[in-house]
């Protein structure tokens, strides 16, 4: 299975009774085993998870650690970038130079790589106070 296809066929769960924007994310480990996750709501929103999360989680539930590749689709006029918080859990498990193709349902791509999505990331050498 391809990453625009796990993508596609997770979006299709999401559980968005609320802002009814379902969003889809596929992830692929350097083992070449790929992870996906969909939006989640719930009905204190926005505590909700995003889709890039919960395709982060179901990596590292299976014992991996790395994203070699990402991939984010929604219903949307143009591709939809993560938010903020996920660019951070992006940037936590993949290397700057990892590509990141953001889609829409009607095939409509952008591709970038973490480092343009987080320029300036908040990284564990920030915390290195020696």
Do not use: W
């Not at 591709?79 to 349902?105: H, I, M, N, S, Y």
């Amino acid at each position: 299975m391809d990453l625009e296809k796990a993508a596609r066929d997770v979006r299709e769960n999401a559980y968005v009774p609320y802002s009814r924007f379902k969003v889809g994310a596929a992830l692929r480990a350097p083992s070449g085993k790929i992870y996906a996750g969909c939006n989640v709501e719930n009905v204190a929103y926005p505590e909700g998870t995003c889709a890039e999360a919960g395709a982060i989680a179901a990596m590292v539930a299976a014992g991996e650690t790395e994203i070699a590749e990402a991939y984010v689709i929604a219903d949307s006029a143009h591709p939809v970038p993560p938010c903020g918080g996920c660019r951070q859990k992006l940037a936590e498990f993949a290397r700057g130079d990892t590509p990141v193709t953001l889609a829409t349902v009607d095939g409509g791509t952008l591709e970038t790589t973490v480092a343009e999505l987080l320029p300036g990331a908040f990284g564990a050498g920030h915390m290195d106070r020696t």
